[in-house]
Each structure stands twice: as C-alpha cells, then as structure tokens.
C-alpha cells in the first residue's frame, strides 16, 4: 500500500540574474528571486513549485523572504502528514491559520499538483480539465523606457521566431512622455507585430481620457490595468469609452473579485495569474466565472523561471479560448534558469511539454549555485 501521506517541505530561495533591465512602473529589477519548493511524501516522491514576485513585494506586498518565512512557519505545520489527494482539506485548514499570502499558497499548491500528476501518471492539465491546446503565443516585455532601443529589441525577438507580440511596460515615465514613447513603439512595429500596454495602475482617469485614444490610433490593441486596482467603476466607464481591449490584473485576484467584476462588466479581459490567486485551482475558477460572463481571459505571468512557466502553460493548456494570447515568457528575462530542459519557444509559441506533473525537472547544480544560502549543507540521516 503506497504512503502519500507529506513528509517534509523545503523551501529554497534562488536569485536569478536577468537579461537586462525589466522596469515597472514602481521598481527597475536587474535581478529577480523565486522560492522553489519540495514537498515530499512517505514513500519519498516529490513534487515541486515556485513563487515569484515581480522582483519585490510592490505588487502583493510579498517578497521571496516572506514567502519562505510563512511557508516554513505556517503552511508546512499544517501540511505535514496529510494526505497529497485531498487539497481543499489542506486549503482549507491553510487559510484558517493564514491570512492572505496568495503567492506562498500558490508554490506549495504547485507542488501538490506536480506531485498529483506524478504519482497518476499524468500531467497537470489532465487534472484541470485537460488538454484542450499544445502551445500558446505570448508578449514580450519591453520595458526599458527608450523606444529606439526597445524597437531594435522587439525587432531581435521577431527574428529569433520566439515572439511577435509585445507589452509596453508603462508608468516610470510622466505620462506625455510615455504615451510618445508607446506611440513610436507601436507604429514602427505596425504590421509585424501587436503592441500592448500596462501602466500598472499609474494612470488616473482624467490621462486615460486622452492617452487611450492616442494609442489606439497608433495601434495599441489592448491596455492592461490603467487605473487603481481599487477603481472597478472607473475601469467600467474607461472601457464603455476605449476601441481597444481594456484588461485588469491587479484588480484580479480572488474569485470574489472576478465576481465583482463580472457583476459590473467592468473590463474586456482578465489576466489569470497562479501567484495572485493562490494557485491554479483557483486561476481555473476565475476563468470559469470570466468565461461564463462574457470577459475573455489572458494568461498572465510574474515572469517566473520554467518551473513556474511549466505550470502556467499546464493551465494554460486547458484553456480553450485565450484570444489575446498571454505572456509566460519568463524564461527568456533571466539569464540562468533552474530547469533541465528549460521552458522552450517554437515558432512565436511557448510549447506545452510531454510528461508528468508538470513536466519539468529542477537541474540540482544550477540550484546549488543560485541558492541564496550557499553555504547551505545537506546532512545525511545518521543510523
Ligand atoms: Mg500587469
């Protein structure tokens, strides 16, 4: 009789250099950190996850360090001994001691599916639903405020065949300046390639009335989050307004949010994201909630390592219908990666991968190299 009953979780936190600078609209990361998780069972099989932030706690209020510390603190007392299957049990008695914190739930709920899928037999998607797709087209994020070298940049990527789509990371910049920027962005790369934009919340309504309809007739076909997370009526009438699609992602975390939103149409389109709602099972409720009530979904990214992309692109997989693509491009941002085989990128697609789980395996060396605590030895039992 096999033992999946959970023995030990591990918790590892890894800095990952990046390509080049990534700018949002409150912070410019040269760097990035993920937590990867272990959660082991009895008969020592083992599952993984990882937690990312978008380099720092601006988005969620949670860094990789609070995520290690409430996993290691919180969730693993709960989880130890129970049993791998029965995941609402343990989110249930998770959220009873721990408030919040979607990003650290997200990584073990990860690990939970990939080892799920590892003991079936089958992968992830197999248990969302099921593969309803092998690959998705995602953006790329241009990101460094100076449009000439963002269009070379964009440029590079269409001919490498990775991506031809890309996302304008809005907001560093005062607005005028930024909408210029966006406008010469999109116009020299009309007909090659869609242009997108997401000033992260850091517009107000009075600039979206004049900076949409300035990117629309550039070419912007989609304008992420322009507004407050907190501005559901705002976003509504912004939307009423704009030709383009308007998309919230901040705004959209919990399945009561989605709720909220659908009640109101307040948006064209939502961004699932596994870390923002607490992991997949519940990215997957949201989709349903959007999807019955006439908004498209996107598949969204805190530009996570292949471990995490993995798992995206396992959800992703079970999603029929994503008509403006998503943006798990992660992999290509960092400049070392943690996976054997990482994430790959095949004609202006991200290719969902044959296997179990989540059909990616963490490479040991590259984790002992990148792990912050690198003096960090492994004891071997005694007796
Ligand atoms: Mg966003």
Redesign the pocket.
Known sequence: MSNYKIRSVETIIIDLPLHRIQKFAAVGARTTAVVLIRITTEDGLEGIGECCTPSGPWWAGESVESIKLMIDDHITPQIVGEDVFNIRGIVRKVDRVLFGNAFAKAGVEMAFLDLQGKIANIPVCNILGGKQRSSLQCSWPLATGLAEAEIEEAESQIASGRFNLFKLKMGFLDPEQDVARACTVARSLEGKAKVRA?P?ESWDEATCKWAIPKMENAGIDMI??PVARWNFDGTARITERSNSAI?M??SVCTVQDMLRIAQLHACDLV?LKIMKSAGLWNSRRIADIALSSGISIYM?TFLECSIGTAAGMQLAATLESLPYGGELSGPCLIAEDIAVRPARYENFELQLEDGVGLAVEVDEDKVSALRRDRNYTVHAASG
């Open positions: 997401d992260n992420e989050q998309m992602d901040e961004s969204g």
